[in-house]
Each structure stands twice: as C-alpha cells, then as structure tokens.
C-alpha cells in the first residue's frame, strides 16, 4: 500500500523560503509520476508542480515556474518542492501525489495516491 506522509509546511512571510517534503512508502516508485497539488481556502484542488521517477523530466503550473523547484532523492524515496519568494497567495494545503504511470499528472483524477497535506501559511 502506497504511503505519502508530507512535511515541512508553516508559518512564513512574503518573500521567504519553505522546502516541502515528501517520504514515500510501499511500493517502487521507478515507474511512478510524483507531483504537488494545492488548495487554498474556499478554492480547488490545483496543480504545482510534477516529476518523473525515474527521469529529470520536471513540470510546473505557470504560477509556480521560476519561484518552486521540484526534485526527488532516489536513495530516500523523497519528493521535495522548493518554494522560494513566497507570496500570500501561495497559502494553501500542499498535496503530495502519486500517479502508477509515467504520464503526466496535472489534474486531480490523474492521481492514483494522496498525501494527508501540510499548511502553507504566507503572511504579507
């Protein structure tokens, strides 16, 4: 059974850095597409960002090209997401995801495995 647990999540001000990790479990994750969605309050689920396990192939929502950077540690089973100059309207539940193919995961039915989620707290 596949298992996301997401950390790093907080209270930050605008123009500050959080790195978001996630410790996946249960499976091998070679052929798996893993990403980052998030929801504001009263918003949809969106996307951020995705990879591809096993390749350098990176994807992001235009919202967060040039600002969140997106990586995988292999030898940890470990998804980060790098968010730098944060902004109020980066608040929002951050998502891991998992997807049992190499196919691109933009959109909530794409995704096969949630995390639970971490807050992301960006006062201005």
């Known amino acids: 059974q596949v298992q996301l647990v997401e950390s790093g999540g907080g209270l930050v001000q605008a123009g500050d850095s959080l790195r978001l990790s996630c410790a996946a479990s249960g499976r091998t994750f070679s052929s798996y597409t893993m990403g980052w969605f998030r929801q504001a309050p009263g918003k949809e689920r969106e996307f951020v960002a995705g990879?591809?396990?096993?390749?350098?192939?990176?994807y992001y929502a235009d919202s967060a090209k040039g600002r969140f950077t997106i990586s995988r540690d292999n030898a940890k089973n470990t998804v980060y997401l790098q968010l730098n100059s944060l902004k109020p309207e980066d608040t929002a539940v951050y998502y891991c995801a998992a997807r049992r193919t190499l196919a691109t995961m933009i959109r909530p039915p794409d995704v096969d495995y949630w995390g639970k989620g971490t807050l992301v707290t960006v006062s201005s």
């Open positions: 990879i591809r396990w096993s390749a350098d192939s990176t």
